[in-house]
Structure formats: C-alpha cells, structure tokens
C-alpha cells in the first residue's frame, strides 16, 4: 500500500478474512506523505471491519528498515501505540481482550425465563439474574468491560429472542442476552455464534390427567352394563314366573310377561314379595332371583366404592394423535412457529398462535391448562421445578410429545466480532464451574422474592366434600326417565281400562 489508504485492497483483504479477521495481519504502507492522516484514515475502516490484530509498519526511501512500528490497540477504543522493536518481552500480537478497558459491551435481553431475570432495585438500578444473563454479566466483568443495555429495559417486556438475534446479526448490539438456535431457515448463524452453551430439546407441555369428578363416576356406574343386567334379568325372570302361572294355575297377565313388579325389586337387590304357591319350581325361580339381585347390587356397590375412594383419570394425552383426536389446543409463539419447520404439521389444526409474548409466559408459568404449550428443556426444568412443591403435577410431557430431541443452544454475537474469542473462554469455565446451575436456582429465588411466581398449589388435594345435585345428574336423569315412563305406562293402562269398560257397557 502505497501513498494513501486503498479503499478497495482493504475491502478485498476484509472479505478474504471474513470471519477469522481478528487473525495476525501486519500492514505496511510505503511513501506515506502524511502518517498521521493514513493511521486516522485507517482507524475507523479497522473498527468497522472488526480487525483487533494490526501491526503497522511505515517504509520510507531508505534501505534501513525503521525500528519503530505502530499497534492497534481496539480498547477502549481504537487506537495506535507506537512500539519499537528493541523493546524487551516484545510481544507483536497480544491477547487484546484480556482487558477491555472499560469498553461499552452493548447488549439486549429477551427477558425469557429462566435465562434472563431483569427487575430494579430500590435505588432504582437495573439488577440482572439467570443462567444467561449472568454469563453476559461475568463476560464484561472479568474482562472490565461497562456492559449497556441498547436501550431501557422495562419490566416484563418479553422480546422474541429471533428479534433479539435479529438485532445481534444488523451489529446493533454486540452480544445477545437469550439463548438461540443456529443454523434457522433464514440464515445460518453457527459461524458467527458462540460455541454450544447447553444441549436441550423442545417439547409439547399437556395438563396431566385429573381424577374424576364424581358425576362422571356416576355415568360409568350407570353404564349400558349395568343396565343391560337389570334389563336381561328382569326380562327373563318375568317370563320364567308368567310360565309357571300360565302352565300351573292359569292365572296370569300378559303385563307380567314383560314386566313383573315381583320381579324388578328382586333385580335391583330390594327386598320383595313372592307369590304363595306349592309351586317349588316357584319357589327356585325366587331363589335364584335373589342371588340375582345379590350379585348386581354387591357389584355395584364394590364398583363405587372402588370409584370413590380411588377415583381413577381421564385419558391421559401422550401423543400427537391423541392431541389430534381429542381436538385439544396447543399454543404457541409466532416466533416459534416460524423456526420450528413442519413438525406441527399433524397437530395443525390444533394449533393456537400467539404474538403476545407476556401473556402466553404469564397463562403458562400460571398453570392455564385450557391448552398445551410448546416449550424447551429449559423452560420445562424450571416448570418441573415449581411443580415439585405442589401436591400433584399439572404439566406432563412424554417421549411422543418431543419435537426436537437435539438442540444445541449457544449465544449470537455480531458477524466477526471481536467479543468471540474471550466470550467463548468464559463461557467454558462457568459450565467447566457448574455456574449455570446456580444462575438458574438463584434466578427462581429472586421469582419468588419478586413474587413474580408462587409456589400457591394450584390443584390442592380436596378433603372430603359434600355431594351436589349436580354430582347426581346421572342419578337424577334415570330418575326422570323412570317416572317419565312411568307416567307414560300409566296413562295407557288409564286408556286401556276406560276402553274396556266403555266395550263392557255397549255390550
């Protein structure tokens, strides 16, 4: 390089080292009138290609090559030293970020939990917790860099970590506080992010089966079983009894060929009166008709008191296809549906998108079980976590209900940023240190200092309890369609008789 800056030897060098420029380069410029002009006219065009590692060595007319040379110090900001070679413990490249200087390290936060907890103490200063944040934190703290948010956080404003991402990829932040997901439809970003912060996978989150409410257990009692034996039993020995009357004493009445009212107490376990008769073919058929009854009422009653004290569950939802079938909703973050590809596809008509943020966190960290949710390993921890302290689990999640059983998540940093190399080297030593454990566990703390999550069960045990009208709506229903039919009967038979007597007296 020759005279003045060449614009278009810079961009050429720039582009031949795209993402490895903080590699070792060594400019030299020859015949330069103005010196100080071309390290200013560099300095800027540096910075903007993200180039750390620069020795600059002036060559002038003469054959002596000079002793002194210029280094590009990147921080605070970028700036030239001028350096001679007969320096002692000359070192031409140095590990730069070793101390930032108090560089502003510019970043952002999705305020997803459990990653990133923002909230203001007192005083009124930005206070920052999770196994994310707190690795940015570190980051800037351990290499004395002043870490600024790029613009005021507020409380509770959930930002989609894609936009958040978004905003690392533009270089309008130099490192994104959320964990994100590379190699996404858009664009590939694994070359340019940090290395794997931790493996995960995402799944779909269901409301586990609850027990039974007591009307429900009603209608399995008084199922077509129950009813198929009273049906059959009555039936059959009301004809056994109307051929023992019709054959032996010929007294019978085509009623009791159907219906007996001897009969049907007998069924239902009720004490009855039999017929006075010598009969004792009769008198087996009576016989037999207890034991009848006494099997179906001891059923019965074994069953509901089975049904009571150990109620069993609904069906539990552990596939796509039962989602499918039942029809139950899964919500989902638009930001989410737009990464995830097409493994929503056989559940798509069960599919809810949400686009606020806030409030699809707030129905699922509050335990809305109206639908089911989409979340990552993480978010299910932190769930799991909580539901350690309540009585009985309310989210449940199975084998077929995970989507991506692979993610590997790491942190974006700007294309070619010069926070890589160090960032990269923290993050090793806090998971090498098990940090992120305690950055999680602390971040729940300071939830439920914040009273931002409650450990309040949502679905108590219940003691014993009062039964409803409502608890006996089968019981109440067979009682309408009893005295429905008995009132129908009793109209025909009301029929039957003014018909006959009406016969008699034309007679």
């Known amino acids: 390089m020759s005279a003045a800056l060449d614009l278009e030897l810079m961009e050429i060098a720039a582009r031949s080292l795209n993402y490895i420029r903080q ?27 993200s180039m750390t590692n620069v020795l600059l060595q002036f060559l002038r007319n003469s054959p002596e090559i000079p002793l002194d040379y210029q280094q590009l110090k990147p921080f605070p900001e970028f700036h030239w030293q001028k350096r001679n070679f007969k320096e002692i413990d000359l070192t031409y490249y140095p590990q730069h970020w070793r101390n930032l200087y108090g560089a502003n390290v510019t970043t952002y936060t999705d305020q997803s939990l459990p990653s990133s907890v923002t909230y203001y103490d007192g005083q009124g200063n930005l206070k920052l917790n999770g196994n994310v944040a707190s690795l940015v934190v570190l980051f800037a703290e351990h290499f004395n860099g002043t870490l600024r948010m790029y613009k005021p956080i507020v409380e509770r404003g959930f930002t989609h970590f894609t936009v958040v991402a978004g905003m690392a990829i533009k270089r309008l932040i130099d490192i994104a506080m959320c964990l994100h997901v590379t190699g996404i439809a858009e664009h590939s970003t694994w070359i340019y992010a940090s290395d794997v912060y931790e493996i995960g996978s995402a799944s779909i989150i269901v409301p586990c089966s609850s027990p039974l409410s007591i ?13 198929g034996m009273v049906v059959v039993c009555t039936v059959l020995f009301s004809v056994f009894h109307f051929v023992i009357d019709c054959y032996f004493d010929q007294h019978f009445s085509y009623m009791d060929l159907v219906f007996n009212n001897r009969i049907i107490g007998g069924v239902l376990g009720l004490s009855f009166t039999g017929r006075n008769s010598p009969w004792r073919c009769l008198k087996l058929i009576y016989i037999l008709l207890f034991f009848a009854g006494l099997n179906i009422n001891t059923q019965f009653s074994a069953r509901m008191n089975t049904l009571f004290t150990s109620p069993p569950r609904y069906k539990q939802i552990e596939t796509l296809e039962d989602i499918r079938n039942l029809n139950f909703k899964i919500n989902v973050l638009k930001g989410d549906l737009a990464i995830m590809g097409d493994v929503m596809l056989p559940i798509s008509r069960s599919v809810i998108i949400t686009e606020d943020i806030a409030e699809y966190s707030s129905m699922r ?45 790491n942190i974006l940093l700007q294309p070619n940023s010069p926070y890589k190399e160090p960032f990269n080297y923290v993050l090793h030593r806090a998971n090498q240190a098990g940090l992120p454990d305690a950055w999680y566990n602390g971040a729940f703390l300071d939830l439920l200092r914040l009273k ?29 369609i009893g005295l429905s039919v008995g009132a129908v009967i009793f109209l025909l038979e009301l029929w039957h008789h003014h018909r006959t007597r009406y016969s008699d007296n034309n007679k």
């Open 365 to 409: 960290y509050n335990y809305n079980t109206s639908t089911g949710y989409y979340v990552a390993s993480a978010q299910w921890k932190f769930l799991n976590l909580k539901q350690k302290y309540h009585s009985r689990k309310t989210y449940c999640t199975y084998e077929n209900l995970t989507l991506h059983k692979f993610i590997p998540w």
């Open 23 to 49: 590699s070792r380069i060594l400019l030299i410029a020859r015949n330069i009138s103005n010196e100080e002009e071309f390290m200013t006219d560099c300095l800027p065009l540096l910075e903007d290609y």
């Open 452 to 480: 931002r999550l409650s450990l309040t069960d949502p679905n108590p045990e219940r003691g014993p309890s009062i039964m409803t009208a409502n608890d006996l709506e089968w019981a109440w229903l067979v009682l309408v």
């Open 215 to 227: 009307r429900d257990m009603f209608k399995i009692l008084l199922n077509e079983y129950f009813f």
